[in-house]
């Protein structure tokens, strides 16, 4: 996008990667996770935004001009007839999940009164997806969970395990740990990285006991994201946990226990342990 103008904008629907008109945003530059104040509807086809007590998740992204157009026809916004417009473009306050400082991006907000019942409480619209299906639920796990006597001992069994990746992002030890002075894994956004992981499908007891373990939502948060497997073609929607922005943090340790099982896991998938070495050099080096 060197030489045109540009602006940032919130994506929260079938935008999303890995949904159904992420191809729309296939020439912008994502700029990662992030949260916006609000309250998501299901609307049958699609999501609605409405202003309220709560929060939004989805994505960030540098858009062009005619990118911008072509989603204002798409969301039916006319910017000079507001009232018929069935969704209104708004700058609204933006908080990356990273824990960066916040910003304004341009987001689509629902011009008309949604049925109550369709809210979303949790705000993700990929996790909604992925939870309206039946059976088993695919969760992916990046960090102590891939060895598997740890997250078989804390929920049960699970399985068979497919590797893969999560695309844009990497490891890193910046999630400050409950227990006290040490960090443990998240998903740090890159922008061209890709973050080994193991898909499992897992029973909704089990799901919810993972929530738990994972201290979810103050500690991290259950999101859906993309997820490439190992020798497979496509993205898969996934399950997976990312640091709430006011759990990142920076200048802890790493427990050697927690990485022996992060290091278990890896040998377990036949991985090499490149990733876990540099993750624990950023954690280790200073901070300008």
Not at 87 to 98: C, K, M
Not at 99 to 108: C, D, K, L, V
Not at 139 to 164: D, F, K, M, Q
Not at 202 to 208: D, G, N
Request: one cysteine or more; proline letters at 8%.
């Amino acid at each position: 996008m060197h030489g045109k103008t540009t602006c940032r904008l919130f994506a929260y629907g079938t935008l999303l990667r890995g949904l159904a008109r992420a191809q729309v945003l296939r020439d912008a530059r994502f700029l990662g996770l992030a949260w916006i104040p609000g309250q998501l509807f299901d609307l049958g086809a699609w999501p609605g935004l409405r202003h309220g007590s709560g929060r939004v998740t989805g994505e960030v992204y540098d858009v062009d001009e005619p990118t911008l157009a072509r989603i204002d026809r798409i969301e039916d916004y006319d910017p000079q007839d507001a009232q018929r417009s069935l969704y209104l473009r708004e700058q609204v306050p933006v908080q990356p999940l990273s824990g960066a400082s916040g910003h304004p991006a341009f987001t689509y907000v629902f011009n008309r009164e949604p049925d109550p019942a369709g809210r979303i409480r949790h705000g993700d619209y990929r996790r909604h997806l992925l939870e309206q299906r039946n059976g088993p639920q695919p969760v992916v796990a990046y960090g102590s969970n891939l060895s598997r006597e740890r997250i078989e001992r804390r929920i049960g069994p699970v399985g068979s395990r497919t590797g893969g990746i999560l695309p844009d992002f990497e490891l890193r030890f910046e999630k400050h740990a409950a227990t006290g002075g040490s960090v443990v894994a998240n998903l740090h956004f890159s922008g061209s990285g890709a973050c080994r992981g193991a898909l499992c499908r897992l029973s909704h007891e089990q799901l919810e006991a993972m929530d738990r373990f994972e201290g979810t939502p103050g500690d991290y948060l259950r999101i859906g994201l993309p997820f490439r497997p190992e020798g497979r073609h496509g993205l898969w929607l996934v399950h997976a946990w990312v640091a709430h922005p006011a759990r990142v943090t920076a200048g802890l340790p790493v427990r050697e226990e927690y990485l022996a099982h992060l290091r278990r896991g890896y040998a377990e998938f036949g991985w090499p342990d490149g990733p876990i070495t540099r993750a624990l050099q950023i954690t280790r080096t200073p901070p300008v």
